[in-house]
């Protein structure tokens, strides 16, 4: 087997592969910036939990329209937001903390999702809902992914600098009255929504968030300031799509575990070695320098 | 520093509570343009509530702070450092570049000038060739120095510090007092936050002291008496559970 036929032929000779990388490639563009912002606001696991509160939105789209990324995601965006808007709430007006209230929440949408499947569809329904089918992606969800993409990128840079600063010293921007940060807040929850939704079609509800937190967290491992953790999470992203996409078609496996396996070999690499304070470099003794 | 805006800052019976219970009981306060002043008190005795209802960032339960037609950036503000999450993957420079908040804001770029600017904060406060460094990287002393050059930025006419040398040694805590004292000498205001009292009664020519209520307030060799301190203490350690609503008419009597 040549290197040809091993990296470039499965997407040089059908259609549908050069279909799914680029799908990847545009997933990626959106969710690597995304995902090192939640990562910084220590989110990760509420963007875990919204994948999953968007489950009954996505369900009752798929049970009207079937694979449609449209009604899928529409739906998906109604749930993701209620789910985030309540929890947001929930939070600035009660003792309960923001993961607590996210937990309450998305626990009862996950389940309303899991129950309108199970009673109104099949269980290969419920396989699509939560796994996705990236190889059959069609012209207009690339276009909805692409333009998820694009949007989100768009959005991050207007939204960027007061989006850092609040994360990192928000009593900073309270003070100065850089606008009410609760607003960029809840603007930036939408982007992680609709990176969601983008995710369904590829990786499925329940592991769109990976090509989102997988990347973030291993580029903390390789970049010191937010925009370069930001390319380096996106370049991760990009590699783990183009290669769990070749181990899936080689190997024939499913395309979203494999996708996601990969950047998971990504991040523990990453954690293994990584310039920034990966666990190899304690274990290598270098003479410290002159104080 | 030409366009510094001047006026008074006016407390009037001001209540600030937790859980309806009050953090700051009916003080009312003023603090004179250009004026230099430390707020002392036990621990809960509502200093920080004070700061920050100042700033705005507290909503009062009644009685209001009056600022006069001072701006958000006219009023800089240093909280107490946990607030602030220090592995954030920032650059010194970048830190210190927020200063110029109130001039460039959310979209406005940070030219070479302002860069110069930055640079010039940093070593007035000692670290010159920091920019580069990760905050991360820093003591809690030179982080502290870092936020003092923040501030220097931000050029407002007042400026607030709570508790700004917690655990600052004493080399450093000299060189931001010099810094304080430089404030002064330009006019503006400052209160800070502050737990040594030898310190205040150096560098402070006026105290407000405060133990939920006003205990006293005025210049500091008048406040800080034995016996207003001993009164102080007494009335911050005092927590009732099951404490009656307090009724105005019964304050006025």
Not at chain 2, 54 to 80: F, H, M, N, T, W
């Amino acid at each position: 087997m040549t290197l040809w036929s091993l990296l470039v032929a499965p997407f040089a000779d059908f259609a549908f592969m050069r279909r799914a990388l680029v799908a990847c490639f545009a997933l990626a563009l959106g969710c690597g910036p995304v995902g090192v912002l939640l990562m910084l606001r220590r989110m990760s696991l509420i963007g875990d939990a919204m994948s999953h509160a968007v489950l009954p939105g996505a369900a009752i789209g798929f049970l009207i329209a079937g694979l449609n990324i449209w009604a899928m995601g529409l739906g998906g965006l109604v749930a993701g937001i209620s789910v985030a808007l309540l929890s947001g709430l929930v939070t600035r007006n009660t003792s309960l903390r923001e993961d607590a209230s996210f937990a309450g929440f998305y626990l009862i949408s996950l389940s309303l999702g899991v129950l309108i499947v199970s009673t109104k569809g099949s269980n290969v329904d419920l396989l699509h809902v939560l796994f996705g089918t990236i190889l059959a992606v069609d012209d207009a969800a690339l276009l909805t992914v692409a333009g998820i993409a694009s949007l989100s990128i768009a959005v991050l840079a207007l939204i960027y600098r007061p989006l850092v600063v609040e994360c990192f010293d928000p009593g900073f921007l309270r003070a100065v009255g850089g606008g009410a940060g609760s607003i960029f807040h809840v603007v930036f929850l939408v982007l992680v929504v609709v990176n969601l939704v983008a995710g369904f079609q590829a990786l499925g509800t329940l592991m769109a968030v990976g090509l989102m937190m997988l990347p973030a967290a291993a580029s903390r491992f390789w970049a010191r300031d937010v925009w370069s953790m930001a390319a380096v999470s996106i370049g991760v992203a990009m590699l783990s799509g183009w290669i769990g996409l070749l181990v899936s078609y080689h190997r024939d496996l499913p395309s979203g575990p494999a996708i996601m396996i990969t950047a998971g070999v990504a991040y523990v690499v990453s954690i293994v070695v990584g310039r920034e304070g990966g666990i190899i470099w304690r274990y290598m003794p270098r003479r410290h320098l002159e104080a | 520093m030409a366009g510094l805006r001047l006026a008074p800052i006016e407390v009037r019976d001001l209540t600030v509570a937790y859980d309806r219970h009050p953090a700051v009981h009916h003080v009312t306060c003023r603090f004179e343009p250009g004026s230099l002043t430390a707020v002392v008190g036990p621990n809960g005795a509502g200093k920080s509530t004070l700061i920050k209802s100042i700033v705005g960032l507290l909503r009062p339960a009644e009685g209001r702070v009056s600022v006069g037609d001072l701006k958000r950036r006219d009023i800089a503000y240093l909280p107490q450092q946990a607030d602030i999450d220090r592995s954030f993957p920032i650059t010194v420079a970048d830190t210190v570049a927020l200063g110029h908040w109130a001039r460039v804001g959310i979209f406005r770029a940070i030219g070479r000038p302002l860069r110069d600017k930055v640079a010039e904060a940093l070593s007035a406060v000692g670290l010159e060739g920091f920019e580069q460094r990760p905050i991360g990287s820093l003591s809690s002393g030179q982080f502290q120095r870092v936020l003092f050059a923040r501030l220097l930025l931000q050029d407002a006419g007042v400026i607030l510090l709570d508790e700004p040398f917690n655990a600052i040694d004493a080399r450093t805590t000299q060189d931001l007092l010099d810094l304080i004292g430089r404030w002064h000498g330009e006019k503006r205001t400052v209160i800070a936050v502050l737990h040594d009292m030898d310190q205040v009664r150096q560098h402070f020519p006026d105290t407000l002291l405060l133990a939920r209520e006003l205990v006293a307030n005025g210049p500091t060799p008048d406040c800080l008496t034995a016996a207003n301190l001993l009164a102080a203490r007494r009335m911050s350690e005092r927590w009732q559970d099951d404490a009656a609503v307090c009724a105005p008419e019964k304050r006025r009597a």
